[in-house]
């Protein structure tokens, strides 16, 4: 080992690699955070980030609200709640929703697990069961925008009492890179 300076040991050639840094460097390197800084809080103020809606319908035999992002960005995680308040007694409620909606997304649960799944007449079709007049119901879906997604997906979510369309709520959801 060499010994340059008192107190300072280093191995052997290290020397030429080190040199002293000039007070542009501590500039630079102060600017780089700077900007870095101003990202992450532009980042955290959702400015570009999620933003999340409640659309509703309100009809004579129920209220369905969806709450969802209007805005996201693609590969993130999102909530979809879907609230329904029976106003009247409803045989069989179904949720049905348009695939264009959740075009290359991925489900990954919805709680509670629908008592049927079908594909029908251009919507996803779940069914629930009886509802009463006055009781409520909330639907939560965890889905996840896939990272090839950008652009808009729009659809709709009807409420149905077995094939009878009850309430529609048209939903956009805007994803950006």
């Given at each position: 080992?060499s010994k340059?300076a008192p107190?300072l ?9 080190v040199e ?14 700077f ?15 999620s933003r999340?809606h ?5 009809a004579s ?7 969802t992002?209007?805005l ?7 909530e ?6 029976a ?11 348009s695939p ?6 991925t489900?990954n649960s ?9 594909s ?6 779940f ?25 808009d ?5 009807v409420?149905?009492?077995?094939e ?5 709520v048209?939903?956009l ?5």
């Amino acid at each position: 080992m060499s010994k340059k300076a008192p107190g300072l040991l280093r191995p052997d050639g290290i020397d030429d690699h080190v040199e002293r840094r000039s007070s542009r460097h501590f500039h630079v390197d102060t600017l780089s955070l700077f900007v870095l800084g101003a990202i992450v809080l532009w980042g955290l103020s959702g400015f570009a980030g999620s933003r999340t809606h409640a659309h509703a319908a309100d009809a004579s035999a129920l209220t369905l609200i969806v709450t969802t992002p209007s805005l996201i960005r693609n590969g993130e995680l999102y909530e979809t709640t879907i609230d329904v308040g029976a106003k009247r007694s409803i045989r069989k409620l179904v949720i049905g929703v348009s695939p264009a909606l959740w075009r290359e997304t991925t489900m990954n649960s919805m709680t509670p697990t629908p008592a049927q799944e079908s594909s029908r007449d251009g919507l996803f079709r779940f069914e629930y069961g009886p509802l009463e007049a006055g009781a409520s119901f909330k639907v939560k879906i965890d889905l996840q925008i896939n990272p090839s997604l950008f652009g808009d997906n729009a659809g709709r979510f009807v409420a149905f009492d077995g094939e009878d369309p009850l309430a529609e709520v048209p939903v956009l959801l805007r994803v950006l890179p």
